[in-house]
């Protein structure tokens, strides 16, 4: 079974400045995808970022850009440039084998 | 592009009664999901259907929740009869197919309150 955990429940982070939310996962599963999914707090989820775990080169999608540790298991989400609008909760999640399993979720503050 | 419908958006209930949510995925989307998101915790797969077939309900506590997906567009999830603890937001997402690098696109939710 796919776990994934989110060590951090809370960040908080300048406007305009860096931060990076952590995520462990486990899996036996030999290819899947990483996701990392923003949950503003009208509910309705969005995708920001996905990391095949066959591919070395780690992903970036404008200021959001991962860590990826296949070894290490870990996927950390680095978001640059820091904007009100970025204020959420963020969910590290994984697939393999059709099942989303999704982390307990980091709630990330943007102080203006 | 329309996304994922869902209501109503808010219920409350008593418990030992019964209720239904609704979910209108993208269209031409063939694969749609039901997830329980209780609050402070991610969301967690109740079922997955492919067009109008059940996928994967492990998950799903089957003396009480049952859901089905006619003619493979709308899906209907029915709790019957609600504990306090079902007391969460129900998400539907959907994706093109059932392959594991596509992405979800969720609704956003129905928030049932069980008293």
């Known amino acids: 079974a796919q776990t994934v955990t989110q060590s951090q429940p809370e960040m908080s982070v300048q406007e305009a400045e860096t931060v990076t939310l952590s995520c462990t996962y486990d899996?036996?599963?030999?290819?899947?995808?990483l996701f990392w999914y923003k949950q503003p707090p009208s509910r309705q989820m969005i995708l920001v970022i996905r990391?095949?775990?066959?591919?070395?080169q780690n992903a970036t999608e404008n200021r959001f850009s991962v860590n990826f540790q296949k070894a290490a298991k870990s996927f950390s989400l680095k978001i640059s440039d820091s904007q009100l609008g970025d204020a959420a909760m963020y969910f590290c999640?994984?697939?393999?084998?059709?099942?989303?399993?999704f982390g307990g979720g980091t709630r990330l503050m943007v102080k203006p | 592009e329309a996304g994922v419908a869902q209501s109503p958006r808010y219920k409350i209930i008593e418990k030992r009664q019964s209720v239904a949510f609704w979910c209108n995925p993208i269209?031409?989307?063939?694969?749609l999901y039901w997830y329980q998101q209780i609050l402070g915790q991610g969301p967690k797969l109740l079922i997955q259907?492919?067009?109008?077939?059940?996928?994967?309900d492990s998950q799903l506590p089957k003396d009480r929740f049952s859901a089905e997906r006619l003619k493979g567009v709308d899906s209907t999830l029915k709790i019957q009869p609600a504990k306090l603890e079902d007391s969460a937001v129900y998400l539907c997402?959907?994706?093109?197919?059932?392959?594991?690098?596509?992405?979800?696109?969720f609704g956003p939710g129905t928030r049932l309150t069980v008293l």
């Open positions: 997402a959907s994706s093109w197919s059932r392959g594991y690098y596509n992405e979800q696109f």
């Open positions: 899996t036996s599963e030999s290819d899947y995808y």
């Open positions: 999640a994984h697939n393999a084998g059709n099942m989303l399993t």
């Open positions: 269209s031409g989307h063939a694969t």
């Open positions: 259907f492919q067009n109008n077939g059940v996928v994967d």
């Open positions: 990391q095949e775990a066959y591919k070395q």
